[in-house]
Nanobody, 127 residues
């Protein structure tokens, strides 16, 4: 079983930065591809970024490339999302998600592909 706990959300002014963290329980972190998604009220959860188990490959939503960076530390069992040049439209509840390596990476942007989710951390960007 994998448990994920996000942290690092908060209130920030437009143009500012935040770094989200997601700590995973257990000793299987290096067997997991990881993803970040976000959701606003009344909308579907949308893909933000993903990273392979070894950090070699990263993927981003097209609209976020250049502003957001995903990374991981397999010693600390933690995945990060560095968010720069934040905009009010980035306001959302951000979720961390995990999928085992054996399930593949090609569907990294699909919520249905991930079997484990955190509780979310709120990011609010003021104008």
């Amino acid at each position: 079983q994998v448990q994920l706990v996000e942290s690092g959300g908060g209130l920030v002014q437009a143009g500012g930065s935040l770094r989200l963290s997601c700590a995973a329980s257990g000793r299987t972190f290096s067997s997991l591809h990881m993803g970040w998604f976000r959701q606003t009220p009344g909308k579907e959860r949308e893909f933000v970024a993903a990273i392979t188990w070894n950090g070699v490959l990263t993927s981003y939503a097209d609209s976020l490339k250049g502003r957001f960076t995903i990374s991981r530390d397999n010693v600390k069992n933690t995945v990060y999302l560095q968010m720069n040049s934040l905009k009010p439209e980035d306001t959302a509840l951000y979720y961390c998600a995990a999928k085992y390596v054996y399930t593949g990476y090609k569907d990294y942007d699909q919520t249905r592909a991930y079997g484990y989710w955190g509780q979310g951390t709120q990011v609010t960007v003021s104008s």
